[in-house]
């Protein structure tokens, strides 16, 4: 006979502490949610998925107050919910982990966490709110020192400051947006592990992100949104990969792309002993070694802020060098400009591809011809030959598979995978010798990043040296032939892209030195 404690305590784990009926939100000229119902139960963690544009991060906005929905309901925890700001979010329990963390360096752990509150008022025992964070840090397994300041915290601490901040507002309900975008290996177990115990803790969890594996090992059931509109709502333990891949694209997706051995052709990237300083002119590039053969993709794979912006920017000529040299096809170009390392044959994909890879408000074709409009058959003399360009535009819109209303289309107007779609045709369509590609996938969705890795497997193929940098591991490990570990500016170890041991390779972005795998 089941006792009436233990039906009250499964009741209270299928209760259902967020629900969201028919909502719908329009903005000019689009439905981002279209009559969407989604629940969520107490204790679970729920993956939310879908597409760049699908609809997701519109959802969660109204679930936290940013956005007011035309249509539909919220009740939380069984009662009505009307959101006009993210404080009435807040109040009814429902705190969110951004992609980006709102932190303040120059402030401490305990000074982040209590930033915004009402209480105390007029005088702040400082002591306590670190006595309460300690605690706090001590009950879910969030390790962090309350007096640290956030500057000294490594990426994975600063998000447990971020979790630990939701907490002390009193959240039960956790929505994390791509919460492993920046962490290593083992800081993403450490991850799953608080939230597991968040979760049997009685907390609820909406995990947004883009990697399946890990919605696969962390879920227990997945909403996916398409176009706007929920596909399905499944148990992770009933589904795959390849089924929620599907749903969220329309289409069957490729997860291992087949990458065939080839013998790497003549150096055409050598880089030896790079210094180079950050912003704030402190060191980023410590001496940095290393090369890239034709036919052969280089991975540069480590954390966030850990030197890789600095290492593309200096290879383009965007940023300079304080010491050391770089070799392109045996020719220095070390004190190169931007332009005349464009025209050595070098292909740049940016970091930012809004801000840095293209120009929002030119339309598709003037974007296309941004390295090309001072050449034939762009150029005419001093002038630019527009049925040249638009010609040459509309090939490559077809070729790359852009999707846009037309060619006078502005960029800023494009989704993240046809943007990229549309550097790419820029960047690629002049036979580069060396491609160097920062974070070519971020933020793309499933079918966006099949297209774009498929592309760089391509370029390989055709004979080009590719220097991958990507703070995605599995998309580091699947794509290279060599992988090189970056940790504060130095090259912690170099691994075979085949033999690769995913544990290793962790320990090198968190600054073990070592040699592995040949």
């Known amino acids: 006979m089941v006792s009436t404690s233990t039906l009250q305590t499964v009741s209270r784990e299928n209760e259902i502490v967020v629900s969201m009926r028919e909502v719908t939100k329009r903005f000019p000229g689009v439905v981002a949610n279209d009559r969407v119902t989604f629940e969520a139960r107490r204790g679970e963690i729920h993956a939310l998925l879908g597409e760049n544009g699908a609809g997701k991060s519109t959802l969660m906005n109204v679930l936290t107050g940013l956005y007011t929905p035309e249509e539909g309901e919220i009740a939380i925890n069984g009662q009505p919910a009307q959101f006009r700001s993210p404080k009435d979010s807040i ?63 490594s990426v994975g601490e600063q998000q447990r400051v971020e979790i630990i901040k939701a907490l002390y507002r009193g959240a039960q309900i956790l929505i994390l947006d791509e919460p492993t975008a920046v962490l290593t290996p083992q800081e993403t ?62 289409r069957p997706v490729l997860f291992r792309l087949d990458r ?59 940023r ?27 292909a740049h994909v940016p970091e930012d591809r809004h801000t840095d890879g293209s120009v929002g408000d030119m339309n598709l074709t003037e974007n296309i011809i941004l390295k090309r409009y001072r050449h034939p058959p762009i150029a005419r003399g001093p002038v630019i030959d527009w049925n040249q360009a638009r010609e040459m535009s509309s090939e490559l819109v077809s070729r790359f598979n852009v999707q846009a209303p037309g060619l006078d289309t502005r960029a800023r107007l494009l989704s993240g995978g046809n ?42 193929a055709a004979g080009a040296a590719v220097l991958l940098i990507s703070e995605d591991l599995d998309e580091v490990m699947q794509l290279s032939d060599r992988i090189l570990v970056i940790y504060e500016g130095e090259i912690m170890g170099e691994a075979s892209g085949e033999k690769a041991d995913r544990a290793q390779i962790g320990l090198m972005m968190a600054g073990q030195r070592q040699e592995v795998g040949y």
């Not at 392109?328 to 070098?346: F, K, P, Q, Y």
């Not at 491609?435 to 497997?457: C, F, K, N, S, W």
Request: glycine fraction near 8%; charge should be negative; charged fraction near 25%.
């Open 320 to 346: 300079p060098i304080t010491r050391g040299r770089i070799f392109l096809n045996g020719r220095e170009i070390t004190t190169l400009s931007a332009r005349e390392i464009i025209d050595a044959g070098v």
């Open 419 to 460: 943007l990229q779609k549309l550097i790419l045709a820029r960047e690629l369509s002049a036979e580069p010798a060396l491609i160097v590609a920062m974070h070519p996938t971020q933020g793309l969705d499933v079918g966006a990043t099949e297209y774009v890795r498929q592309v760089l497997l391509e370029q390989r």
């Open 189 to 250: 177990e450490e991850l799953f592990i608080t939230l597991r115990d968040m979760v049997a803790k009685g907390h609820t969890i909406i995990f947004i992100s883009h990697k399946l594996d890990e919605v696969m090992s962390i879920a227990d059931r997945v909403t996916v949104l398409r176009g706007g509109k929920v596909v399905a709502t499944v148990n992770a333990r009933d589904t795959n990969k390849a089924e929620l891949a599907e749903m969220m694209v329309g």
């Open 91 to 153: 109040a009814a329990g429902i705190g969110m982990v951004h992609q980006h963390f709102k932190l303040v360096e120059t402030q401490t752990v305990t000074e982040n966490v209590i930033l915004g509150l009402d209480a105390p008022r007029f005088r702040l025992d400082m002591s306590r709110a670190e006595a309460d964070v300690a605690k706090l840090s001590e009950q879910y397994g969030l390790k962090i020192d309350p007096k640290a300041y956030i500057w000294q915290l």
């Open 260 to 318: 065939p051995a080839l013998e790497p052709g003549e150096m055409v990237l050598r880089v030896e002993e790079l210094h180079a300083e950050n912003d704030k002119g402190l060191p980023a590039l410590r001496g940095i070694s290393f090369y890239v053969r034709a036919r052969e993709i280089v991975g540069i794979a480590g954390v966030s802020g850990n030197g890789q912006s600095e290492l593309a920017e200096a290879l383009n000529g965007l």
